[in-house]
């Protein structure tokens, strides 16, 4: 059986994955990487992905994790059984994200990493969603956990990520993407290119939800996720 290899987007770990994890079957072998936390470019922490877990996997990945996924993909493509990618953007920076981006490090660079969190987190919601005050200070607690040093690597690392375009039709594993309709921090668009990319792609919107799908509709993507594992792994 493959090893199931869970990866959080950024600045987040395991918590990301709560509702997720709870409701896995206890015959499936799961790992929750951090290789995010530990390199300082995507083609890095991908290689660390696939010199700490043997054998074939299935790599579920969100927000960046789906972009590590993609990469150990190119690097490693008959070792990975299946991709899950949610929320995921398999582009490479754009001009306006890099300046974006620039100067939230800035301001991280000046201490000031809960006021920028703060003031963004609402973005990473669907309108419903961000009015849930105990579920928005979750999510801005597990990213401001990461600390500064976090925030400033894995937005570097996004700012120079590869396109990952390049290589995915060539994929023949079974993949499953989901997106939030509502997303505004990946523009669905980027589910539909990677649907059309991967010749065996299925692509799963999720109504109502924004950028933080496994925290806002836990139900929903369990209800999906979790019997696509299940076929990917026990085939």
Known sequence: MPQLVLLPGLACDERLWEAQL?????????????????????????????????????????????????????????????????GTN??????????????????????????????????????AQAGDAALVRRYVELVLDAGAEQLISQNRALMERPDQRTHLASLRCPVLIMC???????????????????????????EACGHMLTMEKPAFVNATLLPWLQRVMLS
């Not at 990493?113 to 963004?120: L, Y």
């Not at 939030?180 to 792609?201: F, I, K, N, V, Y």
Request: net charge negative; hydrophobic share 45%.
């Open 180 to 206: 939030g309709d509502s997303d505004r921090l990946t523009a669905p668009e980027c589910s539909s290119e990677l649907a059309a990319l991967m010749p065996h792609a299925e692509l799963v919107w999720v």
């Open 22 to 86: 709870s409701a896995l079957p206890a015959n499936l072998d799961v790992r929750v990487s951090d290789a995010h936390m530990r390199h300082e470019r995507i083609e890095a922490m991908a290689a660390a992905v696939l010199r700490e877990h043997a054998g074939p996997l299935v790599l579920c990945g969100a927000s960046m994790g789906g972009m590590i996924a993609m990469e150990a993909a190119r690097q490693a493509p008959e070792r990975i059984a299946g991709l899950a990618l949610l």
């Open 90 to 127: 398999p582009r490479p920076e754009t001009p306006e994200m890099y300046e974006l981006r620039t100067s939230a490090i800035e301001l991280f660079e000046r201490g000031e990493a809960r006021d920028v969190i703060e003031f963004n987190a609402g973005f990473a919601f669907h309108p």
